[in-house]
């Protein structure tokens, strides 16, 4: 009888293409990628198949080339390990991820050619179809998207950790002019970018109780029993760098129960029951940020918080016992970044883990700890400083609420030997706050914790140490340094802007999509006169794009010649859009009047989202519905004003408005915005800004240069000036007519169908408290209005100040500011990815 010997097992090399058929990335490679897609992972004939089933079949090509880059850089770091970031967010507001794969790829113009044997002519047809997944609110996820994009393209290791929301950031219609919240049912179809990753999930605990015990070696110890768990389960979505071999991931987590069915429950006819665990358990990971106007809401989101935060801690020190690594190193290989104040759970977790179940003595945990988180402030509104009652708190993580007392009690202990007998001092330094209801401040514990503390603007990081944290900063000198924002050019520039980016490759080069601050060579383009004209061409051909899309969704003609005055952002009181709209009204009256014939033909376009529970951002977006339906069908107003409200702003919306606007409205409250990062994407798409000297609008001015950014508003020091004062708005408005007049209008019902109540709230609002300063801030407002029309008036010179912001802009990369955190923060380098394969 013959033995048959079995054929030895030939595994990759690391870093190895493993099937050299789904590497290849010419046309016919994408072609015959998608074919086998279509035909084994989707079940279809290409005959057949719709344009979804195409995108997905597209996906899944793309993402088998993105396998060889991703699985190759964790080989690596198991074969060396380095330190690598572990960036914690609440929200991950990453956009449509196959367009910015293809850039990432280089390999748009072969999908392009390979969607054509399709019958595909256009690869947009395509990209549109993608749901966006709605991981995020605003800014915050979307930085986060930046800088996780921008870390693989420097080819730091990285990896992001966030909630893989079943329910993201609701969809927005406009129903009658109000805000209408519809469910994000963003995975209705599948979502082919993810990895899901079942084998490594976790177990988070929640409520219970802790008692103390003593171990083998006779020490006394505390373990927490906790009534309830949850399975954090982990959705990998691979993150490319641009045209290099680092991969990073950003981990997922979705809730699961522990259980999923109670047979008994059910047999006995309590048919919910059987499933309640699991319905509770799942929750954690439905929806973005719920509403925490309740008890339930408050706890739910403090669940979710430490649940993705805990599953990742975990995460972290798996990896190091997965390696072989000591415990005590972790410092050496994870630089945590704490996002805000959501994930500042982290500081208690982490010294639950090292106490609890590594069991490490207290000054090893908490050297470790220290050493290995960092916190971003992202804000300096007093209620987006979260705080949980203790009664909360403690009835939910009953061990993490002992682990802060005693970090807070060895803190004040410090705080007293170089403060002794000044109670002031402990009580607002203390990290649970004492007034009124008792409360845990996290962002007292995160600073107590975090090695850093940085702000995300000069100005922002000069409050922070003035206004924010001033004895915390005085302690501790050392901990505060400023990061300021950035975005990145790959996705704001190169993908969403390709007439403007061929038109910089030519002048220039493409280097500048790598190193952005080569857009300074632009400058030598200034006094060009044909350059100019192209530039000004290639702006109207993106603005005539803007137009077709507005006459599609809102109904209404609007001529891409004219001012695309764009205020697109979260609805809220302190970033004005109402101050935008007031002004609105202030040109609809001069046209009425007779003096608009100075006035430029302009197109106001406002887009954003208001928080549910928010009456009056919701009230605000009513406004300005209000008064684009009243100017748009005045027949006075046909090409000199137009007023269009985008539904649902998002980052595909977002795409489209910043390469085709003209002028940037960046109007917030001085000293209220911590950065923004909407102003960084319009001045590198050329749009000019006018603004306060709030958040980054300090150093956009700076950059780009005082004449080419139109001014406006009280400073930081005029608005506390006028706070302490006793601001009294409603005196203002007799020495202000063009304000009264407008807001007499406003009363009378004008923009409302004649209802003199709808906005009396809003006027109210104004003309009492005015909260955040706008009948301060409208003469000056108008008076910077004026100065925008001038300067559109001499299109030669607008022209040349558009392409000086884009010039200059380079310092407003988001690979600029990840830098500067390795550098100032982190101490990390670069670890690039090698993808060698041994031939036989």
Same mark, same amino acid.
């Given at each position: 009888m013959t033995t048959i010997q079995p054929r030895p097992l030939r595994l990759p090399t690391p870093g190895c293409y493993a099937d050299s058929d789904r590497s290849g990335s010419g046309p016919e490679d994408l072609f015959d990628g998608m074919t086998g897609h279509l035909f084994f992972s989707l079940g279809k004939l290409a005959p057949t198949a719709t344009r979804h089933d195409l995108y997905v079949a597209l996906s899944y090509a793309v993402r088998d080339r993105l396998m060889t880059r991703y699985l190759a850089g964790l080989e690596a770091l198991r074969a060396a390990p380095t330190r690598v970031v572990a960036y914690l967010s609440a929200e991950f507001l990453i956009g449509p991820q196959l367009g910015n794969n293809l850039l990432m790829l280089g390999i748009e113009e072969a999908a392009s050619q390979a969607l054509k044997r399709f019958g595909i002519d256009d690869l947009n047809q395509i990209l549109d179809v993608e749901e966006?997944?709605?991981?995020?609110?605003?800014?915050?996820?979307?930085?986060?998207?930046?800088f996780l994009e921008s870390l693989s393209s420097l080819e730091i290791p990285a990896s992001g950790y966030g909630i893989r929301y079943e329910f993201g950031i609701f969809d927005q219609l406009i129903r009658d002019g109000w805000q209408v919240e519809v469910t994000d049912k963003w995975l209705k179809a599948g979502w082919p970018w993810e990895l899901p990753q079942p084998d490594q999930a976790c177990f988070v605990g929640f409520g219970g109780r802790t008692e103390t015990y003593r171990d083998s070696n006779g020490m006394q110890r505390v373990r927490w029993i906790p009534a309830e768990h949850a399975i954090g389960i982990p959705h990998d979505v691979p993150v490319l760098g641009y045209r290099v071999n680092t991969c990073n991931r950003l981990r997922l987590w979705r809730a699961d129960a522990t259980e999923s069915f109670d047979f008994y429950a059910f047999n006995i006819g309590d048919y919910y029951g059987a499933v309640e665990e699991k319905v509770g358990s799942e929750t954690l990971s439905k929806v973005l940020y719920p509403n925490d106007g309740t008890d339930e809401g408050r706890r739910l989101r403090l669940k979710q918080q430490h649940f993705f935060v805990s599953c990742s801690l975990q995460d972290m020190l798996r990896s190091l016992e997965g390696r072989g690594l000591p415990i005590e190193d972790f410092p050496q290989h994870w630089a945590v970044q704490l996002n805000d104040t959501h994930p500042s759970i982290a500081v208690a977790e982490l010294m639950r883990l090292l106490i609890d179940e590594k069991q490490l003595p207290w000054d090893t945990a908490w050297d470790i700890t220290s050493r290995s988180l960092s916190y971003t402030n992202h804000t300096l509104l007093p209620e987006a400083l979260e705080k949980w009652g203790l009664d909360l708190f403690g009835s939910l993580l009953p061990r993490h609420l002992e682990l802060i007392f005693e970090i807070n009690r060895r803190f004040l202990q410090q705080v007293r030997l170089r403060y002794p007998g000044d109670e002031g001092v402990l009580r607002r330094m203390s990290i649970i706050d004492e007034d009124g209801g008792k409360a845990v401040r996290m962002a007292n514990l995160a600073t107590v914790a975090s090695h850093h503390v940085n702000g995300v603007a000069a100005l922002h990081s000069q409050l922070v140490t003035t206004d924010l944290f001033p004895d915390f900063a005085t302690f501790w000198p050392e901990k505060f340094t400023n990061v300021t924002n950035g975005v990145t050019p790959r996705r704001w520039m190169a993908l969403s802007n390709p007439q403007l980016s061929d038109l910089l490759n030519e002048a220039i080069g493409e280097g500048w999509v790598r190193d952005l601050s080569q857009l300074?060579?632009?400058?030598?383009?200034?006094?060009?006169?044909?350059?100019?004209?192209?530039?000004?061409?290639?702006?109207?051909?993106?603005?005539?794009?803007?137009?077709?899309?507005?006459?599609r969704h809102n109904g209404v003609l609007v001529d891409p010649a004219s001012l695309f005055d764009v205020q697109v952002k979260r609805i809220h009181e302190y970033k004005r859009q109402h101050l935008n709209a007031l002004q609105v009204v202030a040109q609809y009256l001069r046209?009425?009047?007779?003096?608009?014939?100075?006035?430029?033909?302009? $197109?106001?376009?406002?887009?954003?989202?208001?928080?549910?529970g928010y009456y009056m951002a919701k009230l605000i977006i009513r406004f300005i519905n209000g008064i684009a339906e009243t100017i748009n069908s005045d027949p006075e107003m046909e090409g000199r004003l137009r007023v269009i409200f985008l539904a649902d702003y998002n980052v595909k919306l977002g795409e489209r408005v910043y390469p085709a606007s003209d002028l940037s409205e960046q109007i917030?409250?001085?000293?209220m915005e911590a950065s923004g990062t909407g102003n960084m994407k319009f001045a590198m798409n050329g749009a000019l800004t006018i603004g306060t000297l709030d958040g980054a609008n300090v150093e956009i001015r700076e950059q780009v240069g005082e004449d080419n950014?139109?001014?406006?508003?009280?400073?930081?020091?005029?608005?506390?000036?006028?706070?302490?004062?006793?601001y009294r708005p409603w005196e203002l408005i007799g020495s202000m007519p063009e304000l009264a007049e407008v807001l007499r209008l406003v009363e009378q019902g004008h923009f409302s169908n004649g209802d003199g109540e709808l906005f009396r709230p809003l006027l109210q609002n104004l003309t009492g408290r005015d909260p955040f300063f706008v009948l301060a801030d409208f003469d000056d407002y108008l008076r910077a209005q004026?100065?925008?029309?001038?300067?559109?008036?001499?299109?030669?010179?607008?022209?040349?100040?558009?392409?000086?912001? $884009?010039?200059?802009?380079?310092?407003?990369s988001s690979d600029r500011s990840i830098q500067d955190y390795a550098d100032k923060i982190w101490q990390v380098k670069p670890y690039p990815v090698k993808i060698t394969c041994e031939t036989e």
């Open positions: 966006e997944p709605g991981l995020g609110n605003g800014g915050l996820g979307r930085l986060a998207a930046c300074k060579r632009l400058e030598g383009f200034v006094d060009d006169s044909a350059f100019l004209e192209r530039w000004d061409a290639t702006k109207l051909a993106v603005k005539t794009q803007l137009s077709h899309y507005i006459h046209i009425k009047h007779g003096d608009g014939d100075h006035l430029p033909p302009r $197109t106001v376009i406002f887009g954003g989202k208001a928080a549910p917030s409250t001085a000293g950014f139109f001014l406006f508003g009280k400073t930081t020091s005029e608005i506390a000036e006028l706070r302490s004062g006793g004026q100065s925008v029309g001038e300067a559109w008036a001499d299109r030669s010179r607008w022209n040349r100040m558009a392409l000086l912001n $884009t010039a200059r802009s380079g310092f407003f």
